[in-house]
């Protein structure tokens, strides 16, 4: 694996893990009861981004050293998967 491809897939992992961790602790203005106008109700009252990312760097760096373990050790590989490999390498 090249650097280069190392980067990709930890980005990838991280925009993944991101759209999951980004909705968790979400508050919106109409359930705090503080609506600014102008804004949807259901827009956030505090999104704690900072807060967010972090979580979602520290989850991306186990991921990561998990996935990147398994193509470097070989743990698993695309000969694996059945309905991949054609008949004849079987």
Not at 10 to 33: K, N, R, Y
Request: charged share 10%; proline share 8%; net charge negative.
């Amino acid at each position: 694996m090249t650097i280069t491809s190392a980067i990709v897939l930890f980005a990838v992992i991280w925009a993944v893990v991101f759209f999951m961790v980004l909705p968790f602790g979400q508050v919106s203005q109409h359930e705090a009861g503080d609506v600014v106008p102008g804004t949807p109700a259901s827009a956030p009252t505090d999104a704690q981004i900072v807060r967010k990312i972090l979580i979602t760097t520290a989850i991306t760096v186990v991921v990561f050293a998990a996935v990147l373990a398994i193509i470097l050790l070989k743990l698993f590989t695309i000969d694996d998967i059945p309905f991949l490999t054609p008949p004849s390498a079987r």
